[in-house]
């Protein structure tokens, strides 16, 4: 890479940062509406959009042959707390709908045109993840019982009657996931696995026959353990069980046949996702011969048409780079589909006519691509000899350019999870700094998911330590380019990420300011405060329990804020249950303490993830007039003014 040297004479040249752009903090907030869970049951496709400007509602969308309409309209809220990051709120099967209500946690079924009605009655059960066994007037799904008081909750797997009656088929695992019914009902598979491993470190597949009277028998054991992560277990038509597993070190297609297990495509691509949120689905079946499905090689999507029976892979060409939530049915297919320049869209393909639709944008009206910065995948070197993995986003606007000589300053994202992935699909979150004159680097560092499971793996008992080290090496890989300016190098991140961006900044010199949005600061309490998915998860992340004690302190930032010397700005949700207000007062406090420039914004309403429309605005707004002040560009007109503490003393 090199940077460019000449002049535009129609573009303005202007200090990096101070940039106008057509991309304000409230078209991120207005123009960006989640799209999730695509449905397809036969003529009719259903998915879940949020809505940013009714608090972050979630709302179920049909389409069939007399358009789109809404199915829940308020006060209804499509969601599900299973796990606390939810997903499987919802089912369209057999002509009917069923959802799970956020208020009352309470499943609702729509017949036909009529008003949703209540099936279960008592609020302190969660559901998620249905699947529709209609021989037997019931739903089986996952259920969180949250009724005893206990300090987590007691996970089952149950079946749900259509009078409302329940009754549990599974226990005695910590965790359950994806139950799915044989398509001649009388078998049933579903995904386990129980503290301390999380579901992509090892999961087990378990399948049981179906009584008549829906009692499930001869339980045993199909595949999966320890050290091995199964997900999204699916029939063929005729009812042959397929999974995805990460056996080989990568999440490819298996299917269980006459008591043995068959690799389908083996490749070194990703078939599969973690399992954070319940309903997600990256193939499915057009026929007992040919499978639909997504998979991802160095860090990009591909559709693909897969052969059950010689398992070679035809490409299927779209215009996207991420693909997810992908259905099937028959000849049809539907996904949510982003690229660099196309934000998440739904997506409808007629396999026979190649003719496609799209039926949702996240972004009605996206910006011209004159304002759109479109990345570029490095692969840089880092610390031992590792590569990590990042998207590059140059400075772009169709009317601004630095100065001659000026080089742009740079945000470094780090993204959460840990074990997440960072995606090239347009964000105009990402396209609000660029377009102001800011460069972004968006790193997959080690422990990243896309790249197979020893990349993923790099994190185990490292997190702290590989993502800083990636996120840093990043930083200094472009500045050595040349493509960024050295002195003013930024890292901002959430959740995890901001244990990034604050171990960034307490253990290395490199960065010159920092953004946590409800950031891991105090690793022991973390665990204390924890909810049950993630009780036992920094075990795996930081060290085993005879461990624990030494490792936390030595990693936590909060015990180390005496090697803090750059200004900080904090963001974060006054009912986090994931990530407890806590942890970011105290980094606040000992920042004060110490006369460090430090703002402190939080958002009452707001959990883990800010989802009203308000508050994407203001927190956006806040965090570039920090990034303006601390680096001495004039704050453009019409932004609002915030408390720095300390900023004049420093």
């Not at 992935?421 to 790193?443: E, I, N, P």
Request: charged letters at 20%; glycine letters at 10%; aromatic letters at 8%.
């Amino acid at each position: 890479m090199s940077i460019a040297t000449s002049q535009d004479s129609s573009k303005q040249a202007t200090p990096c940062g101070a940039w106008t752009s057509p991309i304000s903090a409230a078209v991120v907030a207005a123009g960006a509406v989640p799209l999730s869970q695509v449905m397809l049951d036969g003529p009719r496709l259903a998915w879940l959009e949020g809505r940013a400007s009714e608090a972050g509602r979630t709302t179920l969308m049909l389409h069939d042959a007399g358009g789109t309409r809404e199915l829940t309209p308020a006060p209804f809220n499509v969601r599900t707390r299973v796990h606390e990051y939810g997903g499987g709120a919802c089912l369209l099967a057999g002509g009917d709908v069923f959802f799970s209500h956020h208020v009352d946690n309470r499943l609702y079924r729509i017949t036909g045109n009529a008003e949703p009605t209540a099936l279960t009655q008592d609020g302190t059960r969660r559901f998620a993840d249905f699947v529709l066994d209609r021989a037997r007037t019931r739903l089986i799904a996952v259920r969180e019982d949250h009724s005893s008081g206990a300090t987590y909750p007691t996970n089952t797997l149950c079946a749900v009657g259509f009078d409302g009656a329940e009754t549990v088929l599974v226990d005695g695992n910590d965790f359950y996931a994806a139950p799915r019914l044989s398509p001649d009902g009388r078998q049933l598979a579903w995904l386990c696995w129980d503290h301390p491993r999380m579901p992509w470190v090892g999961t087990e597949l378990w399948l049981a026959d179906v009584g008549d009277d829906g009692v499930l028998l001869n339980g045993r054991l199909v595949a999966g353990g320890p050290e091995e992560s199964i997900c999204q277990p699916e029939w063929s038509p005729s009812g042959v069980l397929h999974f995805v597993s990460d056996r080989s070190g990568w999440w490819n297609l298996y299917r269980y046949q006459h008591g043995v297990v068959q690799a389908l495509c083996p490749r070194a691509a990703e078939f599969g996702a973690p399992h954070w949120a319940f309903g997600g689905s990256l193939y499915g079946f057009r026929s007992d011969d040919e499978i639909i499905c997504a998979y991802i090689e160095n860090g990009v999507s591909c559709l693909a048409r897969l052969s059950t029976r010689d398992g070679s892979l035809l490409p299927i060409e779209t215009a996207y780079e991420e693909i997810r939530d992908l259905r099937v049915q028959g000849d049809v297919i539907a996904f949510l589909g982003g690229a660099p320049t196309i934000a998440p869209e739904l997506v409808r393909i007629d396999l026979m006519s190649d003719a496609n639709e799209v039926l949702a944008h996240s972004i009605p009206q996206p910006p011209s691509t004159s304002y759109l910065s479109v990345p570029l995948a490095i692969s840089y070197p880092s610390q031992n000899g590792r590569t990590a993995h990042a998207f590059y986003y140059a400075p772009a606007n169709a009317d601004h350019e630095p100065a001659a000589g000026e080089l742009p300053p740079l945000i470094v994202i780090g993204h959460g999870g840990p074990t997440g992935m960072a995606a090239s699909t347009l964000k105009l979150s990402t396209q609000y700094w660029t377009s102001r004159g800011f460069a972004v680097l968006d790193v997959n560092y080690g422990g990243s998911t896309g790249f197979g499971r020893d990349y993923r793996n790099l994190l185990k008992h490292q997190w702290g330590v590989v993502d800083v080290e990636d996120c840093v090496a990043g930083a200094r890989h472009l500045a050595q380019q040349g493509l960024v300016d050295p002195e003013r190098l930024l890292i901002r991140g959430s959740s995890a990420g901001g244990l990034t961006v604050l171990s960034s900044l307490a253990f290395h010199d490199v960065f010159k300011a920092g953004a946590s949005y409800y950031g891991v600061s105090d690793l022991a309490g973390l665990d204390a405060d924890s909810h049950k998915f993630e009780s036992h998860y920094n075990q795996y992340l930081i060290a085993p329990p005879e461990r624990a004690e030494a490792v936390y302190r030595e990693r936590s930032p909060i015990h180390h804020s005496d090697k803090l010397r750059r200004p900080m700005i904090f963001f974060q949700g006054l009912d986090d249950k994931v990530v407890p207000p806590q942890q970011s007062e105290s980094m606040v406090e000992a920042l004060r303490a110490r006369r460090l420039p430090v703002a402190y914004i939080t958002l009452e309403g707001e959990g883990h993830g800010f989802r009203k429309a308000d508050s994407v605005v203001r927190t956006l707004e806040a965090e570039l007039v920090f990034y303006l002040r601390v680096f001495g560009i004039p704050v453009p007109s019409g932004l609002p003014q915030i408390d720095i503490e300390n900023l004049d003393a420093a």
